[in-house]
């Protein structure tokens, strides 16, 4: 049975940093992603890693938020740095996608972790 396992979420201020974390159980993945979604709004891709060589972001995260995964650990992980109040959503981590940024194109799906940004 396959899992996908978020933490890392939380409340930060404006300017901080988070970093998400997602173990996937049951089979391992080439693409990995992670999506979030503000209230209100459609999920929306952020970034996606390609078994852990090719990465993948949207533009409003270049530069700010990084890919990473450990794939010893079957975990891919998401580096958030200089947040905004524009980045409170539930993020998402999902597997098995294809393409990358269409959240229908995934087959799995985690349960989502909130983050939130203050001012």
């Known amino acids: 049975q396959v899992q996908l396992v978020e933490s890392g979420g939380g409340l930060v201020q404006a300017g901080g940093s988070l970093r998400l974390s997602c173990s996937a159980s049951?089979?391992?993945?080439?693409?990995m992603g992670w999506f979030r979604q503000a209230p209100g709004k459609e999920r929306e891709f952020v970034a996606a890693s390609r078994s852990g060589a090719i990465t993948y972001y949207a533009d409003f995260v270049k530069d700010r938020f990084t890919i990473s995964r450990d794939n010893a650990k079957n975990t891919v992980y998401l580096r958030m740095n200089s947040l905004k109040p524009e980045d409170t959503a539930v993020y998402y981590c999902a597997a098995d996608g294809a393409p990358f940024g269409n959240p229908r194109s995934y087959n799995y799906w985690g349960q989502g972790t909130q983050v939130t940004v203050s001012s």
């Open positions: 049951g089979r391992t993945f080439s693409i």
